[in-house]
């Protein structure tokens, strides 16, 4: 062999071993809980490599962070004198998933844990070890799941549903939402008086130079239109289970004041001077409780039960969304001719659990997807709730036999 060979082997030798070291120490410090002293990441690869240089692998750290794979934590007196190194953050997760795609990212369950706490909306412990269990047993899931931002995730498994299995159910609920509009657009949305009430017990008098207010010609702008409405209802979020019906709906609707009277006020106020925004709160509050006083004249236990029935539909789509991303995800795996044994084995027991328990899911619309076994406890008898307890079996078993664990740090 010349020496020129002799060179080009050494080269392409350490160009492997460099990558090989930092696959190592990621995956050293993805299967720890906490974040992890540099020495022991030193320690654990002169074991295994021997004559490993402690500089080189300095060097390889910081490489690591400026590719935004690791996260680096300074030394602190209270803590430790040595940089720590961790992974945190789904972007990290996206940057070692394209340069070291070697790294099966979705096995280890400090990758799953962090995709859990910045991907799953209404986290509870059952919830999210079947959250988990779908990214173990998908790749691709896990993929979506990582690099969509969970709003766009959201609606877009929002968009499959209501075009897919639940399109006559989203029909009802635009219905819903058409007709409560219909009963408050009178009464609030192009309510004359309502507004002169507004302009002139709320609005201070130095922002109304130049308007006539007994002409009022102005009033027609503040018209909250049906999709504003709309959005208005998706934005004001959900009660908490047990609540009465009609304190919830009472809730939502102060909610849905306060949301309404912001748009009257953006409208009003465009620009807000500095001097102002100290009483913006108050205004808001003032401009809301007439709005609710006024929406609570007449139809009140209607409105009640419209509200928490739409608010109801909608918490039920955002438990359902992840399960909606994963069967899209696994009916690709399938056209791809990409999906793996386990997952499908995964799914038909699931579904075979699901038939089984069918007539418990629908009492607890959908209830799979929420801590199991707080809600069904009020509702079945011991068979009943063995048999469907058996589902979170079933997610343990491929956790413990797939998942790579936390180990505590030493």
């Known amino acids: 062999m010349s020496q020129t060979e002799s060179d080009q082997t050494k080269e392409r030798r350490y160009r492997f071993k460099q990558n090989l070291i930092k696959s190592d120490i990621i995956d050293f410090i993805l299967r720890n809980r906490n974040p992890i002293q540099e020495p022991k990441i030193i320690n654990f690869l002169q074991e295994k490599y021997g004559t490993t240089d402690r500089s080189t692998i300095h060097k390889h750290l910081h490489h690591l962070e400026e590719m935004e794979c690791l996260e680096w934590i300074q030394p ?66 896990f993929d979506i799941v990582l690099k969509i931002d969970i709003d766009i995730l959201y609606d877009r498994a929002y968009d499959i549903y209501r075009f897919g299995e639940g399109f006559e159910d989203d029909q009802l609920l635009q219905n819903e939402m058409d007709s409560l509009y219909s009963k408050l657009i009178d009464k609030i949305f192009t309510n004359p008086t309502l507004i002169r009430n507004v302009w002139e017990n709320h609005i ?67 620009d807000i001077p500095v001097e102002f925004q100290k009483n913006k709160e108050k205004l808001l509050d003032d401009i809301s409780d007439d709005i609710l006083n006024k929406i609570m004249e007449e139809y009140s236990q209607e409105l009640h039960h419209k509200i928490v029935k739409i608010k109801n539909y909608q918490q039920k789509i955002l438990y359902k969304s992840p399960f909606i991303i994963f069967d899209y995800c696994f009916g690709n795996d399938i056209l791809n001719n990409i999906v793996s044994p ?69």
């Open 76 to 141: 602190s007196k209270k803590t430790t004198r040595a940089n720590r190194w961790d992974v945190t953050k789904p972007k990290q997760l996206v940057n070692i998933r394209q340069h070291f795609s070697d790294i099966e990212l979705n096995r280890y369950e400090k990758s799953l844990n962090i995709v859990s706490r910045y991907r799953l909306l209404h986290v509870s412990p059952v919830r999210n070890k079947i959250f988990h269990v779908q990214l173990l047993l998908s790749a691709s899931f």
């Open 204 to 270: 201070p008098n130095l922002f109304k130079t130049g308007f006539n207010s007994d002409s009022f010609e102005y009033y027609k702008i503040v018209k909250i239109s049906n999709e504003i409405f709309k959005k208005i209802l998706e934005s004001i979020g959900f009660q908490s289970k047990g609540i009465n019906e009609e304190i919830s709906g009472w809730k939502l609707m102060k909610k849905a004041s306060l949301e309404i009277s912001g748009e009257i006020f953006k409208i009003f106020l465009k």
């Open 342 to 410: 386990v997952e499908k084995d995964f799914v038909k027991r699931k579904k075979y659990l699901e038939q089984k328990t069918e007539n418990i899911a629908l009492n607890l619309n959908n209830s799979y997807a929420k801590d199991i076994k707080s809600e069904i406890d009020d509702y079945f008898d011991d068979d009943t709730k063995r048999e469907y307890m058996s589902f979170e079996t079933l997610c343990d078993e491929y956790l413990n036999k797939y998942m790579f664990p936390l180990l505590e740090t030493s």
